[in-house]
Nanobody, 124 residues
Framework: QVQLVESGGGLVQAGGSLRLSCAAS????????MGWFRQAPGKEREFVAA????????QYADFWKGRFAISRDNAKNTVFLQMNTLKPADTAVYYC?????????????????WGQGTQVTVSA
């Protein structure tokens, strides 16, 4: 059974940083591209970042403007999202997702598995 478990969310002031983690089990992690998405109240789930199976290819949403960084540790079956200079507009539930393909995608339905999400709240 595949499980993706996010952690690291919480409440932070504007300008602060958080590092999200997503621990995967039940799949050959090093064969999967991984992605992060987020969903704010009343909005569609949107793409944040993706990383290829070996970490060599990175993709980011246009809004990231250098504030976010995705990385992975295949030895630990974990993908990370470092978020800096956080803004209230970044408040959302953040989800990690796994795609059985080499390269990540900005498209939600190209991911096979999803975590339950972790709440990130940025106060003004």
């Amino acid at each position: 059974q595949v499980q993706l478990v996010e952690s690291g969310g919480g409440l932070v002031q504007a300008g602060g940083s958080l590092r999200l983690s997503c621990a995967a089990s039940g799949l050959t992690f090093s064969a999967y591209a991984m992605g992060w998405f987020r969903q704010a109240p009343g909005k569609e789930r949107e793409f944040v970042a993706a990383i290829s199976y070996n970490g060599g290819d990175l993709q980011y949403a246009d809004f990231w403007k250098g504030r976010f960084a995705i990385s992975r540790d295949n030895a630990k079956n974990t993908v990370f999202l470092q978020m800096n200079t956080l803004k209230p507009a970044d408040t959302a539930v953040y989800y990690c997702a796994a795609a059985n393909r080499k390269f990540g995608s900005r498209i939600r339905n190209q991911y096979d598995y999803w975590g339950q999400g972790t709440q990130v709240t940025v106060s003004a």
